[in-house]
């Protein structure tokens, strides 16, 4: 194969496979802690030390510990789902819930915080917590051994340890961000759909393909968006039709791949389990890695954002804000969210990368996926965060596609629990089941949405959506 000097293009297929609501140190903090944080291409790594605490609730320090997969509850910490929204997320980094505008996060408000929504959840009886759950869980971190699969591919290829969520707050904002850029001011997740471009209308626009998959369900990345719900049919599938593509060397240029959303899927979100999202992890890169495709294939694995979960690095100020719109709680969006995982897998490059943007410049977040896709097909940018971002294409360093599989011999983890979770319909099932109710059907008046029932489980939420998606579907294809 020919070197391309240009950024990026000796790729063709870029493929993000965006999973749920955990930080980087809560992954990956300890993934050279045996190398005094160095990786063995002698880059240094921004890990954990171990010495890391935070206060209590009476300012006594409590210490990390550490998750190495044994334990019958250990896929499942940090046991509850903490909090995640803005307020939420300022609590942990500050402290406070109001701090200044140029504060410095000092990253040690994490276990009080969680203490305050474990009593919450208790006391309002509809949450599900592991038993035994304390607020010092809240440091609890996985071991590489604990996490074969995210590990090995970050040791063997990249992986990114300035590479922070978007915003300082929950799931659809972030999501927004990842895909068109903006969240349109909105920071928490009462607002679920964006008529913002994204970049699949972008790709659209310029003759570039693009597909977006589900796991089991029409993916909700569809539904989010005003450019994508109303694209044609072929952009779309689930996980299936994302083998049969890989097989077949079929793959788009860019490819956006979700988990599944219920609790006892494989999204990784608090508290659902975690072994689960290794065998996806797995199963996308085996997938990639068996495809004609491969040698030209570059894989994503990030997260939306962190999910309460602890990081010790400050989020960097003097992000660029998209516009000028005053967001939600008064946020000017000058401020990134907190540090997630972020592993870059290619043949194209090399063991042991630690990726970092430029010094002078922004950190990552994931408007650097729209960066470098922009960058790479040629393609105007969206907003003025994506102009800002750095794109990864430094990455891509081998002339000739590697032909060695870092994960030869790994065995996939399996959990030996189950979430507590499990009989209730997710945060994220019923986001689905909400925006698949506004979809125009035979029998509601035109513009109208209808009312979502109250849902008893997961399968109920799902089988809801999975029909109203379904006569939705049917309506355009008369038409």
């Not at 915003?167 to 927004?176: D, I, L």
């Not at 960066?371 to 393609?379: K, N």
């Not at 939420?461 to 006569?471: L, Q, V």
């Amino acid at each position: 194969m020919t070197f391309h000097a240009s950024p990026g293009a000796a790729v063709d297929h870029v493929v993000v496979l965006m999973l749920e609501n955990r930080s980087f140190d809560h992954m990956l903090g300890l993934l050279y802690s045996d190398a005094d944080n160095t990786s063995p291409s002698g880059q240094p790594f921004d890990g954990l030390s171990g010495d890391e605490t935070n206060p209590d609730t009476n300012g006594a320090p409590v210490a990390l510990r550490r998750i190495d997969g044994s334990g019958s509850e250990d896929y499942f910490m940090p046991g509850a789902d903490p909090g995640e929204g803005f307020a939420a997320t300022n609590l942990q980094l500050h402290a406070t819930g109001a701090p200044g505008v140029d504060s410095t996060p000092a990253m040690n408000g994490f276990v009080t915080d969680f203490s305050s929504t474990l009593a919450w959840e208790a006391k309002e009886g509809t949450w599900n917590i592991v038993p035994g759950t304390a607020a010092g869980d809240i440091l609890a971190i996985f071991t590489p051994a604990a996490l074969p699969v995210l590990s090995g591919l970050a040791k063997g290829y990249a992986v990114s340890d300035r590479w922070f969520s978007s915003a300082p707050t929950e799931t659809m904002p972030n999501r927004a961000f990842a895909s068109a850029a903006t969240s349109q001011g909105h920071m928490d997740d009462t607002t679920k759909s964006f008529t913002a471009p994204s970049i699949f209308g972008l790709l659209d626009q310029h003759g570039v393909s693009w597909s977006i998959f589900g796991y089991d369900a029409e993916p909700l990345t569809r539904l989010t968006f005003s450019d994508t719900t109303d694209a044609v049919e072929s952009h779309f599938g689930q996980f299936a039709d994302f083998k049969t593509a890989a097989a077949a060397g079929d793959l788009a240029a860019f490819s956006f791949l979700e988990p599944s959303w219920g609790a006892t899927g494989n999204s990784q979100h608090p508290n659902y389990d975690v072994a689960k999202g290794e065998q996806l992890i797995y199963d996308v890169y085996e997938a990639l890695r068996a495809s004609p495709a491969w040698p030209t294939t570059l894989l994503v694995i990030t997260y939306d954002e962190h999910g309460g979960c602890y990081d010790h690095v400050p989020p960097p100020s003097g992000a660029a804000a998209p516009d000028s719109t005053v967001g939600e709680f008064g946020f000017d969006f000058r401020r990134f969210g907190v540090r997630v995982p972020t592993v870059l897998v290619s043949p194209l490059i090399a063991p042991g990368t630690v990726l970092r943007p430029p010094a002078s410049g922004p950190p990552f977040d994931h408007t650097s996926i729209l960066s470098s896709l922009e960058v790479r097909f040629g393609l105007p940018a969206l907003t003025l965060r994506d102009v800002a971002a750095p794109n990864f294409w430094s990455v891509v360093t081998e002339a000739v596609p590697r032909t060695d599989d870092p994960l030869a011999g790994v065995v996939v983890p399996a959990s030996v629990g189950s979430t507590p979770a499990a009989s209730r319909p997710s945060h994220l099932e019923l986001v689905y089941a909400e925006l698949a109710a506004r979809l125009p059907v035979p029998g509601v008046p035109s513009g109208a949405t209808v009312g979502v029932p109250h849902f008893e489980s997961g399968a109920a939420s799902a089988r809801f959506a999975a029909e109203r998606i379904r006569r939705w579907k049917a309506t355009r294809e008369e038409n």
